[in-house]
């Protein structure tokens, strides 16, 4: 039997947790224990906020081990700091248990802690209730005033880059749910990819990596800014959207894994690229002349960008194909009221 | 059949209202719509943070209507605030529905916004997930620095004080759910209480009001503050344990409202005056020679507040009874992996 603890037993834990990983941080002038926190955000610095929510079997499969839900209920919500360029301060957990299991809470503590730590970000309150299992994350960061990255600023000519590689955490997801015949679809050939691939590419999906070096190190580099959540086509037209602008994308450009290369055919891998959700690289805009710039940016913190297509007049997104055919791209993308499929949508 | 609508209607249709209600606010640099709201903090301000989640069955009713689901997910967060001593400033929302239905979101956020309409709080940003029915609510306000109540400020010899009338709110909650025979438990004698009756502790349940002016008005008076959640006695010994310190109530003086009496016999009466949680009311310290800065503060802000009893050295909480008694108080309140009960419990 799981060892059953009572709410203020699992409070406990969580603060005990939360007072050792980070450190004391001076900002925080009283943090879980009273009605609220008390805050404090450096002079000539703005507040950056954001908030995710993870349900069970529509966010992350019911199998999905403790350690990773925590790990990734932090990661996505620090994905969308990384994304205005903002330094990781404080968060609030809301943990919604269908019961009380201190195996569990351990695991995804510790899944959670682990992330945390990286990123130095302290847990200064939240709330523990019972319901069928979901996990709210509201994270907080600081920006100095002006230099946040928005969806709103690309303009004509800017070229559309991207961090990383695309569609490994769909991938990893069709590996996670394996057809009837227990292959993916779209697994390439007969020959096995092996098991590192897999690992990869569910590791991609579990684990997900927020990118808040690269998005500070593009202060006054970017013109416009987001993480790939929901797929790189719906997510580069949130940026279209918001800055009035459309945009043309090389396909042959994306930056591929071995991995997905390893595990799925041409077509297959293309759609996860375009329309796989999970990935939470960095999709940003600059100006040709800032390309040099962008990557000693990116070699700065190690990470990897690739410049994938450029933004245009037209509204609306394109795909120059591997023949240089110019087609229009296709809507893809999860949308939580329109089909099952799981994904992130922050409002 | 609800009319259904897309996730990004969703976000579309809350964005809209939220641009709406509150008004232009210049500190809000980016609402919704980015990866993150970008917020300023006024100078010589701190941030101040609270969180609470809501799920059907456990914290409401599942007969609750949509507009008091709206209301309430706000309200107890504003109280958080409020027992804190903050201005309210901006929220977030996240909002997991088992089915996009268009009437029940309408009504969701009517509720919603005729309480943060009153209070100026802008909605910022927030999630809409697919899931059994849970709502998250984050609120932030600020505070001139050093100027917050917090529960750690209790003194020997401070008089404690409660807000408004005790019970209602947990009387309510018997009225919502009668008993087989449709008598709410301890119903006085065989004479009907009344409609208005039911509906006033019922409208205290699911409509609270948070004291935000009342906490505000409590700067540098109160020594110590926290709002009444889990109930008093619960939620008075949360002062006592943050400010290493007891207290001694006098049972007579809670305060009681006129309903309370018409619907219940005295011991029940007691025991939803002591430990029934939700009234949202704000229970507080301070020194006996501030009492007349107490009374003055509350007529200020025309909100009732009665003297209820006296912080001690020893540890733990006491009750005089009538009869001049003083007894061990009983442990009472909710706590949500103990029992089955409805109640809120901040961490």
């Known amino acids: 039997m799981a060892e059953s603890v009572a709410e203020f037993?699992?409070?406990?834990?969580?603060?005990?947790?939360?007072?050792?990983?980070?450190?004391?941080?001076?900002?925080?002038?009283?943090?879980?224990?009273d009605d609220a926190a008390i805050l404090r955000v450096p002079d000539g610095h703005d507040l950056v906020v954001s908030t995710d929510t993870l349900n069970v079997g529509v966010?992350?499969?019911?199998?999905?081990?403790?350690?990773?839900?925590?790990?990734?209920?932090?990661?996505?919500?620090?994905?969308?700091?990384?994304?205005?360029?903002?330094?990781?301060?404080?968060?609030?957990l809301n943990l919604t248990l269908p019961e009380s299991d201190a195996a569990w809470l351990g695991a995804f503590l510790d899944g959670f802690v682990e992330l945390a730590a990286r990123h130095r970000i302290a847990?200064?309150?939240?709330?523990?209730?019972?319901?069928?299992?979901?996990?709210?994350?509201?994270?907080?960061?600081?920006?100095?005033?002006g230099a946040a990255l928005r969806r709103d600023g690309a303009q004509i000519g800017d070229e559309v880059w991207v961090s990383g590689t695309l569609g490994?955490?769909?991938?990893?997801?069709?590996?996670?749910?394996?057809?009837?015949?227990?292959?993916?679809?779209?697994?390439?050939?007969?020959?096995?990819?092996?098991?590192?691939?897999?690992?990869?590419?569910?590791?991609?999906?579990?684990?997900?990596?927020?990118?808040?070096?690269?998005?500070?190190?593009?202060?006054?580099?970017?013109?416009a800014c987001i993480d790939v959540s929901d797929g790189l086509l719906a997510d580069l037209a949130h940026i279209g959207e918001e800055s009035s602008v459309g945009a043309l994308l090389d396909v042959e450009a994306l930056?591929?894994?071995?991995?997905?290369?390893?595990?799925?055919?041409?077509?297959?891998?293309?759609r996860l690229q375009l329309g796989?959700?999970?990935?939470?690289?960095?999709?940003?805009?600059?100006?040709?002349?800032?390309?040099?710039?962008?990557?000693?940016?990116?070699?700065?913190?190690?990470?990897?960008?690739?410049?994938?297509?450029?933004?245009?007049?037209?509204?609306?997104?394109?795909?120059?194909e591997a023949d240089g055919r110019i087609v229009d791209a296709p809507v893809l993308g999860y949308r939580h009221f329109d089909a099952g499929d799981a994904g992130d949508a922050p409002a």
């Open 276 to 320: 796989g959700g999970d990935d939470y690289e960095l999709c940003f805009t600059a100006p040709p002349d800032r390309a040099e710039a962008v990557l000693a940016a990116a070699k700065s913190v190690r990470a990897q960008v690739t410049r994938i297509g450029r933004i245009e007049a037209q509204l609306g997104l394109r795909l120059r």
């Open 9 to 33: 037993d699992l409070i406990a834990r969580i603060r005990t947790r939360a007072a050792a990983w980070a450190g004391p941080r001076d900002d925080v002038l009283l943090g879980i224990g």
């Open 168 to 223: 490994d955490a769909a991938a990893g997801l069709t590996r996670s749910s394996p057809s009837p015949d227990g292959r993916g679809v779209g697994v390439r050939g007969d020959s096995p990819s092996g098991p590192g691939v897999d690992d990869h590419l569910r590791s991609r999906l579990h684990r997900p990596t927020p990118r808040i070096a690269l998005g500070l190190a593009l202060h006054a580099i970017a013109s």
């Open 59 to 92: 966010h992350f499969p019911s199998h999905t081990t403790p350690f990773d839900i925590g790990w990734k209920a932090l990661a996505v919500n620090l994905s969308d700091l990384a994304a205005m360029g903002a330094t990781p301060a404080w968060c609030t």
């Open 123 to 145: 847990l200064v309150g939240g709330d523990t209730t019972r319901g069928p299992l979901s996990i709210t994350v509201t994270v907080h960061g600081v920006v100095p005033r």
């Open 255 to 270: 930056p591929t894994s071995r991995e997905l290369v390893a595990a799925f055919d041409e077509i297959t891998r293309r």
